[in-house]
T-cell receptor, first 108, second 115 residues
Framework: GIQVEQSPPDLILQEGANSTLRCNFS?????LQWFHQNPWGQLINLFY???GTKQNGRLSATTVATERYSLLYISSSQTTDSGVYFC??????????FGAGTILRVKS | EAGVAQSPRYKIIEKRQSVAFWCNPI?????LYWYQQILGQGPKLLIQ????????DSQLPKDRFSAERLKGVDSTLKIQPAKLEDSAVYLC?????????????FGPGTRLTVL
């Protein structure tokens, strides 16, 4: 099946810093989603981005489907951005395959 | 618009006991998914329903896990008997496919601890 690799696995930032998270996938995909899992375990939808670039406030994402990668940018990080960020790609048949996640800690 | 609802939020049981989880998807979403998330890993699909039919249950341990979606709306996932390795968060998700668009939305999850 498809492989999804996220990097870096862990990231510690000072409040106000910027960061880039990467997601590589091994095969063509129908769709791609980015999620933030908060400390209570809830998966929050950040972006639905099979291709192109989207922005939402301090967050933006770019997917280059032909090169099989996606990037999530976080600018001016805040302590509330802490948590785990997951990239998930949709295999044929609607199944989402998740990466292992990037653990982000933002220090004040 | 109400999100995906799940209950209970937490459950602690002894091994070999049984447990059931409930999920109510977003209104109008025909597709419903159950995922298992073990600590430190990303969620993994257990079973997918389209209306009340099973689309994919290839990763469901059928000797102990069962799921149903009567009337094509809410769903229950059951484990009987539970093992220690079933300790995980069980996430329910739903989606409304419109052409190629198929964004999945997740509920808050049920955290299961098997002692």
């Amino acid at each position: 099946g498809i492989q999804v690799e996220q990097s870096p696995p862990d990231l510690i930032l000072q409040e106000g810093a910027n960061s880039t998270l990467r997601c590589n996938f091994s095969d063509s995909v129908n769709n791609l989603q980015w999620f933030h899992q908060n400390p209570w375990g809830q998966l929050i939808n950040l972006f639905y981005i099979p291709s192109g670039t989207k922005q939402n406030g301090r967050l933006s994402a770019t997917t280059v489907a032909t090169e099989r990668y996606s990037l999530l940018y976080i600018s001016s990080s805040q302590t509330t951005d802490s948590g785990v960020y997951f990239c998930a790609v949709e295999e044929y048949g609607n199944k989402l395959v998740f990466g292992a996640g990037t653990i982000l800690r933002v220090k004040s | 618009e109400a999100g995906v609802a799940q209950s209970p939020r937490y459950k602690i049981i002894e091994k070999r006991q049984s447990v059931a989880f409930w999920c109510n998807p977003i209104s109008g979403h025909a597709t419903l998914y159950w995922y298992q998330q073990i600590l430190g890993q990303g969620p993994k699909l257990l079973i997918q329903f389209q209306n009340n039919g099973v689309v994919d249950d290839s990763q469901l341990p059928k000797d102990r896990f069962s799921a149903e979606r009567l009337k094509g709306v809410d769903s229950t996932l059951k484990i009987q008997p539970a093992k220690l390795e079933d300790s995980a968060v069980y996430l329910c998700a739903s989606s409304l496919r419109q052409g190629p668009y198929n964004e999945q939305f997740f509920g808050p999850g049920t955290r299961l601890t098997v002692l």
